[in-house]
């Protein structure tokens, strides 16, 4: 089976534990107002690499890719799933390490064809890193012109799978730069058990110079780089709720 790849990164340090083999696959449905890809988002477009492709590929530097394996990012990668499974299912064999970076916004959970490709998928998915852009669900459809519901069901999903999950969260000045949306997403965040890590990352700009290259208007022009300090704030917010909300629910036993 061949997939439409948008690239290919053979040293991410940044994209799951260790060093990764990561792959981009073209194509996503979400228009977040700071996403830095945009040259991802049309669907069946770029270069066709197969399975087998991308595999021998990853051999080639197997020996440095020290404590790591391969993930696959995008675009949103669950708009190739079919691909994905085939894939996953043939690095399992070969004893790879796979980590799929997701918005989640694919997941139908009232869709029984897809939710036989989600069981098969995670079953050989050994990391998730799901990007929750935001909680609230005006703000996100805002955001990102998308519904919020079908992420947050699908990181329950991976919590009814016991599939670890890293939560990464972008904090954008005037959008998501506030206590009370980040003090709830911690509330539901620590109701994840198998939650294994939070990167509360700062907005940057460095997207601006990508849509002036393809002549194309950044959405939040004008908008400032988060400040380090100002990252931490929001990173506290987030785990004081997530511990809150772990010890009302041991106090109520369902922890």
């Known amino acids: 089976m061949n997939g439409y790849i948008h690239s290919i990164e053979t040293f991410g340090t940044?994209?799951?534990?260790?060093?990764?083999?990561v792959v981009f696959l073209q194509g996503c449905p979400m228009r977040c107002l700071y996403c830095h890809n945009p040259d991802t988002?049309?669907?069946?477009?770029?270069?066709?690499?197969?399975?087998?492709?991308i595999l021998e590929d990853y051999e080639?530097?197997?020996?440095?890719?020290?404590?790591?394996?391969?993930?696959?990012?995008?675009?949103?990668?669950?708009?190739?799933?079919?691909?994905?499974?085939?894939?996953f299912e043939k690095a399992k064999k070969r004893n790879i390490h796979?980590?799929?970076d997701t918005s989640g916004i694919a997941y139908q959970a009232d869709n029984p064809e897809q939710m036989a490709k989600f069981d098969r998928l995670i079953a050989v998915t050994d990391l998730v890193m799901l990007d929750?852009?935001?909680?609230?669900?005006?703000?996100?459809?805002?955001?990102?012109k998308q519904p919020n519901a079908p992420i947050l069901d699908f990181a329950r999903y991976l919590d009814q799978k016991n599939v670890p999950l890293w939560i990464r969260h972008v904090v954008v000045p005037t959008i998501t730069d506030n206590a009370a949306s980040l003090r709830q997403l911690g509330l539901?965040?620590?109701?994840?058990?198998?939650?294994?890590?939070?990167?509360?990352l700062p907005y940057h700009t460095m997207g601006v110079v990508k849509y002036e290259n393809l002549g194309m208007e950044y959405p939040l022009k004008g908008v400032k780089a988060l400040t380090k300090e100002q990252a931490q704030k929001a990173n506290h917010i987030v785990l004081a709720a997530i511990h809150e909300k772990r010890e009302q629910l041991r106090a109520e036993g369902k922890l």
């Open 14 to 21: 940044v994209d799951g534990p260790g060093i990764r083999y």
């Open 60 to 87: 080639n530097y197997r020996p440095f890719l020290s404590g790591g394996g391969l993930t696959v990012t995008g675009g949103e990668p669950l708009m190739q799933i079919d691909f994905l499974i085939e894939l």
């Open 188 to 200: 539901f965040l620590g109701e994840l058990r198998n939650l294994k890590a939070l990167d509360v």
């Open 132 to 144: 929750i852009k935001h909680i609230d669900p005006k703000e996100h459809k805002k955001l990102c």
């Open 41 to 53: 988002w049309t669907l069946n477009t770029g270069q066709q690499k197969s399975v087998e492709e």
């Open 98 to 100: 796979t980590c799929l």
